[in-house]
């Protein structure tokens, strides 16, 4: 019998490449919600931290001043009058190079026993969904980070888009899947790398952002059964390969049940989206410690066609925004979107200032922080922290929070037990 009471996330270790990591494992949330001072005061804690990979050409040119999007903006006026959308080109060398340079300059930082890794995501789909992601993947390798966690999209071909770069073999690759289905899938469409992944992170119906499930059926799935269900499908296949259990684990004593059930490790995020390194917006991260559970709702809105979890009082949501392909287009396939089709059907009708309803911009709204996303949790951020004499929520450090994760007992939201 667990005693809860005692038990914590730091009396267990993941074993990874050989080296025993504290199996807290931050989410890497875009666009540069996840910064690189959180992911690397958690690898400085002794775990995993994240940075997130979308709309790389941007944020370099907002950190670094590269000028990848006005040149591409430039191009894409100049072409839009032949070609349309469909011609929008992301020049492929530039963007390896925008996801080289800024994974170098976190690498460049990193301190401590832990790990960095980036989160790639299938569905940026940057008009040519192939060739981009492949530029993307091996952008990461070139800036020599630990490891590369798949996402959003079953991403059967990357292992292949990587399999000859020189580090195909040494960083850390991992998958994120919804079911031991998806990962059967892309297990078998891989295989021919000879090559396993490093880790599987399973995502839960209750995490924030995009959804591995459909619009209604994450009501009636659960992240232990779901666990269980790809632990044993790996038994089956006689797979020794590492899980983490990601979606809902708002306490350290949450990621102890999940331990003591079969799991690896532990991803979270929601917690971190307040905490002082976070790249919102201060005055939204006011919203975030004030949302109620009401005030948290699964949509179809996004243009990637996967159910997403976010706070209603999003600007985002019926927002009716010109398309800004030219600058960004990050979500365009062979020239269309649903948010564009829907913005387009509008303008015909003569509502558009009426607002788009069925779809949001993605790329501009994620990219001005508009969008916010939540997991199912987010009400009970404000249990983490305590408003200051200003009246404004005192913001933790996202060491603060993995140290509540690490040593926290008996479902404490906020550790008594600090690391020396």
Request: some cysteine; glycine content about 10%; aromatic content about 8%.
């Amino acid at each position: 019998m667990v005693d809860y009471a005692k038990k914590k996330m730091d009396d267990y270790r993941l074993r990874l490449a050989g080296r025993d990591i504290v199996p807290i494992m931050q989410g890497g949330m875009g666009v540069n919600i996840s910064t690189k001072a959180m992911a690397l005061a958690v690898a400085h804690a002794g775990g995993i931290g994240h940075v997130s990979d979308a709309m790389l050409p941007d944020l370099t040119d907002r950190l670094f001043n590269t000028g990848f999007t006005k040149a591409k903006a430039r191009l894409c006026r100049a072409v839009d009058k032949m070609a349309g959308y469909a011609g929008f080109d992301f020049p492929l060398q530039e963007v390896r190079f925008a996801a080289k340079t800024y994974l170098e300059d976190v690498m460049a930082g990193k301190t401590g026993p832990g790990l960095v890794f980036v989160n790639v995501m299938e569905k940026l789909t940057m008009n040519d969904s192939v060739a981009t992601l492949k530029a993307r993947l091996l952008g990461a390798l070139d800036a020599g980070i630990d490891g590369i966690s798949l996402s959003a999209g079953l991403h059967t071909s990357s292992f292949a888009m990587m399999a000859q770069h020189p580090r195909f073999r040494d960083a850390m690759l991992g998958i994120v899947v919804s079911s031991s289905r998806a990962l059967n899938l892309f297990l078998r469409r891989s295989a021919k790398t000879g090559r396993l992944p490093d880790y599987v992170v399973v995502e839960g119906p209750l995490a924030g952002g995009h959804l591995g499930f459909g619009i209604d059926s994450w009501r009636e799935a659960d992240l232990g059964a779901i666990v269980r269900e790809v632990k044993n499908y790996l038994s089956e296949q006689r797979l020794d390969i590492p899980v983490l259990a990601a979606g809902g684990i708002f306490t350290g004593t949450d990621g102890v049940r999940l331990m003591e059930a079969g799991a690896s490790g532990i991803q979270v995020a929601t917690r971190f989206t307040v905490a002082k390194e976070s790249g919102l917006p201060d005055a939204v991260k006011e919203r975030y410690f004030e949302a109620e559970a009401g005030d948290v709702v699964v949509n179809g809105i996004s243009p990637t066609g996967y159910p997403m979890r976010m706070l209603t009082a999003s600007p985002a949501i019926g927002a009716s925004l010109k398309p800004q392909c030219e600058a960004y287009g990050y979500m365009l396939a062979k020239g269309e979107c649903s948010y564009l089709k829907e913005y387009e059907k509008a303008v015909a009708e003569g509502r558009a200032t009426e607002g788009i309803c069925g779809k949001t911009c993605l790329c501009t709204q994620m990219r001005n922080y508009k969008l916010w996303t939540v997991g199912a949790t987010a009400a009970r951020l404000k249990e983490t922290s305590s408003r200051g004499a200003d009246g404004h929520w005192i913001q933790p450090s996202t060491r603060e929070i993995f140290d509540d994760y690490r040593y926290g007992v008996a479902d404490e939201v906020r550790a008594r037990r600090r690391a020396e």
